[in-house]
């Protein structure tokens, strides 16, 4: 079928005397569709291009209000869209939502290139949630990037005080499977206890023997230069767009952690990195990262919290369970401000752990705690109440009569 426009075209140029032949070869027609329309006396009857839904229109609403929410991460609607049914390609989503995202420019910067194993780098981010009574409470993510392979540790806390930096560096660690060489920091007071000041008098002294527990050097980062810790930086904005717009709902700050963890080993690490065009989790055997000391450095004081009775200890307002052979003796407990507790005994050996729970006056307990408690011998046991003894009449001792006649008679003859 031709055009309007090609019909007249046809009967133009056949007008100025050209053949068939030539008429096929100027307008690239097949000669026998040519020859059929010279014959006929009409063009061809105009038709209404029929209209074609494509695959994202029953989508567009959703995506426009995901993006006035504050969501512009395509990424992150993708998936969403994805779920509901949407069977068309990333770059029909880009090209779509491209008019409506805020335009950000970008400063050009020389990229350095990391070598493997050589630093990572550490940074804070704060988040606000919405408490179940209506007020907002600020939440803080500790971010770790490994320079090279990219790969992200995340972790939400409570505070970002020094205990809790220590323990989100060794959970970090240990996600890692071992440590860089040098870690980049910035300012943070719980790091760098003197900005102005060089060598190790800079550093929060506490913090550096952590350092030299675990054998890394730390690094920090330029003042007054951003871009020195740029990958950490790009990772805050990152789980800022593509994990926290993920997050609907979550009952406590354990299962935040839970998604958080879920969302690293299935998205974050997992995907093709667009700077180094390579999957971090693939590469992350080319960092040869140096083990980590195993003995964790246990920089935070204990809580010291006696065993009850009933094998029950008392922490912010809940109480935990431990093995029934700690009755009467104190164990030390730990608050990790990640969600979760960890209990150890006089000797700073692991007792249990457990998730702090978002109500008050909660008990959480261990049934293996309790097993073998009544096969224990309990002879001795205290008296609920003092015993009464019923006071008795004085004994009377019977001698007989003649004891009696001789001690009259001593007395007489004396």
Not at 234 to 255: M, Q
Request: net charge positive.
């Amino acid at each position: 079928m031709i055009t309007m426009e090609e019909y007249y075209m046809i009967k133009g140029l056949k007008n100025k005397g050209m053949s068939i032949m030539q008429i096929s070869r100027e307008m690239g027609v097949d000669r026998k569709t040519v020859s059929n329309w010279l014959k006929r006396k009409e063009p061809p009857a105009y038709r209404k291009r029929q209209f074609r839904q494509g695959k994202l229109d029953p989508f567009k609403d959703y995506i426009l209000e995901r993006m006035n929410e504050g969501c512009v991460n395509a990424a992150v609607i993708f998936d969403e869209i994805a779920a509901d049914g949407y069977q068309g390609k990333m770059t029909i989503l880009r090209e779509f939502m491209k008019p409506y995202r805020e335009k950000v420019l970008a400063k050009a910067s020389i990229r350095y290139d990391t070598p493997p194993g050589k630093q990572a780098q550490v940074d804070w981010g704060e988040f606000v949630v919405t408490m179940p009574d209506g007020k907002l409470k600020k939440l803080y993510a500790f971010i770790m990037v490994l320079g090279h392979s990219r790969n992200y540790y995340l972790e939400f806390t409570e505070n970002s005080k020094f205990d809790t930096l220590i323990g989100c560096h060794e959970r970090a660690f240990a996600y890692f499977g071992g440590v860089t060489e040098s870690i980049l920091y910035d300012n943070m007071k719980t790091v760098v206890a003197h900005s102005h000041k060089t060598g190790n008098d800079k550093w929060n002294q506490r913090f550096l023997r952590f350092a030299e527990h675990h054998h890394f050097i730390p690094v920090r980062h330029r003042p007054y230069l951003p871009r020195s810790k740029g990958k950490v930086e790009r990772g805050v904005r990152y789980v800022r767009g593509n994990f926290w717009p993920r997050v609907k709902s979550f009952s406590d700050l354990a299962e935040l952690n839970e998604q958080a963890r879920l969302w690293l080993d299935t998205k974050c690490n997992t995907r093709l990195h667009q700077t180094i065009h390579k999957i971090p989790r693939e590469i992350l055997q080319e960092e040869q990262l140096k083990p980590m000391n195993t003995e964790p450095f246990l920089a935070v004081d204990l809580v010291s919290r006696k065993v009850m009775n009933d094998c029950l200890i008392s922490y912010q307002s809940n109480y935990y369970s431990v093995p029934f052979r700690f009755v009467g003796h104190r164990v030390g407990v730990r608050d990790l401000s990640n969600g979760t507790i960890e209990i150890y005994d006089e000797t700073g050996t692991f007792i249990e752990g457990y998730r702090k729970p978002a109500q008050k006056h909660q008990v959480q307990k261990m049934k293996r705690h309790f097993e073998g408690l009544n096969s224990q011998n309990h002879k001795a046991k205290a008296r609920k109440a003092p015993l009464m003894i019923p006071e008795q009449s004085p004994k009377v001792h019977q001698r007989p009569l003649a004891v009696y006649d001789s001690l009259v008679s001593e007395v007489v003859t004396w």
